[in-house]
């Protein structure tokens, strides 16, 4: 299998897991090379449903190196229960699993300061987990974080922990009116943390770097969507980190020219968690059948999800940007019911048409979206198993929709199960 960076083309939910599960079979290894906890990816094998925020979903594959790379945030408390968690359902962890060393970590403090801007902005809210997430790339930025090799020091993640509280609860009084924190409970939560997250630590560059040399593949596992990336998605209504192909060279130290494709993964239709604009969003009748349908809700923080049809604008710069060479598509079977379906093929901004995305935020709630309509297939796609077996209909949009992307769909998902899924 050639090394292959799998990315989501919307605004993240689209099935990535799923579609690293699939391919996990034929890589040797899966990285995982951006966001944190505030992400999550959900497979079904044998009827068991495992959703995972930071370990790669392809640890459901027995015998594979799973590696968490220096561009994740980790929250140790949510790793080690997401260990213990696998553990209990009798997959194997140890000897499987690998944590960059210069991964940084998150603390209860990025986690307060999460809540508190969110609370303090009001209608201006980004609609963030409230995981911390932010905060601690925030943190990266401004050179201060600390990383997993710092709490393997104790010296020195002393001095770094005793730094960072005396501004942050700067910020906490001053700013907030909100309680500081205290030192030795922290020091004392991620000693015990450093003890059992310690045999699990590598030098990601250099392991994966000589697998390749080896002749090895690597699967680059992205979090996320590229709508929500921090340089190219509806900015400031995305995450804080890079969720497009580029992120995968910069969050495991793997250089570009040793990445052979990248596959774009989409919904058959578009959903987005939280604030920020949506041109194709449905009325609230077909929003709540298809939410209700697709089981739209976030795999992270429960929340509803809003859902809208077919974005081919959004998608087609998501291949630009990514350099996506295949699409996946996911939850086709959640528009069976539908008697008639649309794709947004461009954006109408006054007398202007636009077959990109406006860079200014302010611009997206001005544009309506032009449609082209197409007869639904009303019939059970479930249990398909190959492209051929699809009814004409739902045949005839997916070649509609590469026409329009002009990138070849090579997967086609039709429910959440392991095996409802095949190769075109």
């Known amino acids: ?30 990285v995982r090379f951006q966001g944190g906890n505030n992400a999550g990816h959900t497979v079904v ?26 561009g994740v945030v980790v929250d140790p408390k949510v790793l080690l ?21 210069s991964a940084h970590l998150i603390f209860p403090y990025h986690r307060a300061l999460d809540k508190l801007r969110e609370a303090i902005v009001g209608p201006g ?16 930025a401004a050179r201060v974080g600390i990383r997993v090799a710092d709490l393997l020091e104790d010296e020195v993640f002393r001095r770094k922990l005793q730094m960072n509280l005396e501004e942050k609860n ?3 009084v001053k700013l907030y009116q909100a309680p500081p924190f205290e030192f030795e409970s922290i020091y004392r939560e991620y000693c015990d943390y450093r003890e059992r997250i310690a045999k699990y630590v590598i030098q990601v560059p250099i392991v994966l770097n000589r697998a390749i040399t080896q002749g090895k593949s690597i699967l680059f596992e992205g979090a996320q969507g590229t709508w929500l990336d921090i340089d190219h998605g509806t900015y400031p209504y995305v995450t804080s980190s890079s969720a497009t192909a580029g992120g995968a060279c910069v969050g495991t130290g793997v250089g570009p020219t040793r990445i052979d494709q990248v596959i774009g993964v989409v919904k058959a239709y578009t959903t987005r968690v939280g604030e920020g604009p949506f041109p194709t969003e449905f009325p609230p009748p077909l929003m ?17 999800r809003r859902c809208g049809w077919f974005d081919a604008v959004l998608v087609r710069h998501s291949i630009l940007l990514n350099g996506i060479t295949e699409i996946a598509v996911t939850k086709l079977d959640v528009l069976d019911d539908s008697p008639r379906v649309k794709i947004c093929t461009g954006y109408r901004l006054g007398e202007k048409f636009l077959e990109v995305p406006p860079a ?7 544009i309506e979206p032009v449609y082209e309509e197409h007869p639904g297939w009303l019939m059970d796609t479930s249990q398909v198993s ?27 998902s039709v429910g959440s199960k392991r095996e409802q899924a095949f190769h075109v």
């Open 1 to 30: 299998m050639p090394n292959t960076v799998v990315v989501g083309a919307q605004w993240g939910d689209e099935g990535k897991g799923k579609v690293i599960d699939m391919l996990s079979e034929r890589a040797d290894i899966i």
């Open 45 to 70: 094998v044998g009827g068991q449903e495992f959703v995972m925020h930071l370990i790669p979903s392809g640890i459901l594959h027995p015998g594979k190196l799973c590696i968490i790379g220096n």
């Open 81 to 101: 229960e997401e260990i213990d968690s696998l553990k209990k359902r009798g997959v194997e962890i140890d000897g499987n699993l690998g944590l960059s060393d």
């Open 125 to 140: 809210k980004i609609g963030t987990t409230g995981r911390g997430i932010g905060p601690c790339y925030t943190d990266k």
């Open 170 to 172: 700067e910020l906490f």
């Open 288 to 304: 709540e059948q298809i939410r209700s349908k697709g089981k739209e809700f976030g795999a992270t923080t429960g929340r509803p």
């Open 360 to 366: 200014v935020i302010d611009r997206w709630s001005q």
């Open 386 to 412: 190959c492209f051929e077996d699809l009814p004409p209909a739902a045949r005839r949009y997916l070649k509609r929709l590469e026409e329009l992307l002009r990138v070849k769909i090579s997967i086609v």
